[in-house]
């Protein structure tokens, strides 16, 4: 009984304080973050220096003798043309389609005429800069049409400069071409114009907009072949505007009438859909079986190994995961300043969602508290976060030369992807259990207010 009474004397006191200080952080900084531009400007900020690092990396992985490009070019064909350069890049593409079985010629291309005509490191490396800064924004974006939240937005747009960590070994942000931030680009460019088509004022351009979609998306999965198990976002984008679009009807009509609309809203999407079975037919019913002689590396299979490779995956995402003592050096890859910089995140969050709470809570931007959140929204957003996390997971789980390979400090490319929907689910628990400390605090702010009119 004392210690329940302790517990709850501690709990009282711990909640109360955080509410005081919180409040008193808020009274000196709202003036200054009135503009919701400011939010995202400051966030954003922190985003650029996060990935800007990508500068400071020298060639790495695949990169060293691909770029070497211009100079095979000249060898075969005797100049460097555009064409001679597309040449280069359809030989190398029918080569794994033959041997491997495996179509990502959107890759080949990119590829070849980066190194071709980008031949500076400096050049390169701002490319892949700009890559993976677009891939982010692109993903906060369509975050925020899905969840209609600002809260939500800016908070995981903050973590994403600290779930992003860059890897001594297959590391899919400094090497392999920004072929992840590539295929990143177009999935969710895919699932943006899907949700729009789902929103679209005539059938006619809602069924263009989702011709556009399904061709970005399947140029996408001809890009690597990750983004054929990202199909579920765009999926999910596009019903999330449907339900967007017919809210009264969804939420309040009890006759269920509003279904018949639903169902033939979906006809809309079959572009889309028409573009993920057409490829995973071609590549995974057509080539993968006439392939000649599939290496060991891409051989699939299952067994008790992929349970343990697949839950492996789920961590190396996170923060910290990948930590090296070597990252405290100031002008490291990482920066210099990990630990500093989740601590600082921390913090940011937290002071970030009370600003929201405490300047906009009567209008403008909503709390995001994951229990008072929309349910179809709420479910869409960690649907997003779960295949994000658990599709990279799941692929190196069923390739037999990953089983005795991945850990929790090691990992496949697949790894950028993750870092996503990790930054995507610290946002949700910053929301959910920091949100109901901060509303108190907002909430007495504004009574005091209220008491002293």
């Not at 500076?120 to 890559?131: C, H, I, M, N, V």
Request: glycine residues 8%; contains cysteine.
């Amino acid at each position: 009984m004392l210690m329940m009474n302790a517990k709850q004397t501690f709990r009282i006191y711990f909640n109360g304080s955080l509410a005081s200080v919180t409040n008193t952080l808020l009274k000196g900084v709202t003036p200054l973050w009135k503009n919701l531009r400011l939010l995202y400007l400051f966030t954003g900020t922190l985003f650029v220096i996060t990935v800007s690092n990508v500068m400071k990396s020298s060639w790495s992985g695949d990169d060293w003798p691909n770029s070497q490009t211009p100079y095979w070019v000249k060898w075969r064909y005797g100049s460097l043309t555009p064409a001679h350069v597309w040449y280069e890049a359809q030989y190398w593409n029918n080569q794994w389609m033959q041997g491997q079985g495996r179509f990502y010629v959107v890759q080949w291309v990119e590829s070849r005429f980066v190194f071709a005509y980008f031949r500076s490191l400096w050049q390169y490396k701002l490319l892949a800069t700009g890559a993976l800064l677009l891939a982010g924004l692109l993903f906060v974006y369509l975050l925020y049409k899905v969840s209609r939240s600002h809260s939500l937005t800016l908070l995981t747009l903050l973590f994403l400069s600290i779930t992003i960590q860059f890897r001594r070994d297959f590391d899919p942000h400094i090497a392999f071409v920004f072929m992840v931030p590539s295929l990143l680009i177009k999935v969710f460019l895919a699932a943006i114009l899907a949700h729009r088509s789902s929103q679209a004022k005539t059938k006619l351009r809602g069924v263009l907009l989702s011709i556009l979609a399904g061709v970005i998306f399947f140029i996408g999965m001809a890009t690597y072949e990750y983004a054929f198990l990202l199909f579920p976002i765009v999926l999910i984008a596009f019903m999330t505007g449907i339900v967007q679009l017919n809210e009264t009807r969804v939420f309040e009509d009890t006759t269920n009438k509003y279904k018949r609309y639903l169902t033939k809203d979906l006809l809309i999407f079959l572009p889309v859909l028409i573009s993920w079975v057409g490829y995973g037919l071609f590549v995974f019913g057509y080539l993968r079986a006439k392939a000649q002689g599939i290496s060991g590396a891409y051989v699939l299979g299952t067994s008790l190994k992929s349970i343990r490779t697949f839950l492996s995956q789920l961590v190396p995402a996170w923060p910290l995961a990948v930590f090296h003592f070597s990252d405290l050096v100031p002008f490291g890859l990482n920066g210099g300043t990990e630990i500093f910089a989740i601590i600082f995140a921390l913090a940011g969050a937290y002071l970030l969602y009370g600003l929201l709470a405490h300047t906009f809570g009567n209008g403008g931007i909503e709390y995001f508290h994951a229990t008072k959140m929309v349910k179809p929204y709420y479910w869409a957003i960690v649907i997003i976060g779960v295949d994000l996390i658990c599709s990279p997971a799941f692929m190196l789980s069923i390739q037999r030369t990953w089983w005795d390979r991945a850990g929790i400090t090691r990992s496949y490319l697949g790894i950028l992807i993750e870092e996503l929907g990790s930054a995507l689910f610290l946002a949700l628990l910053v929301a959910f259990f920091i949100g109901k400390n901060v509303k108190a605090a907002a909430a007495r702010t504004r009574k005091g207010k209220g008491g002293r009119k």
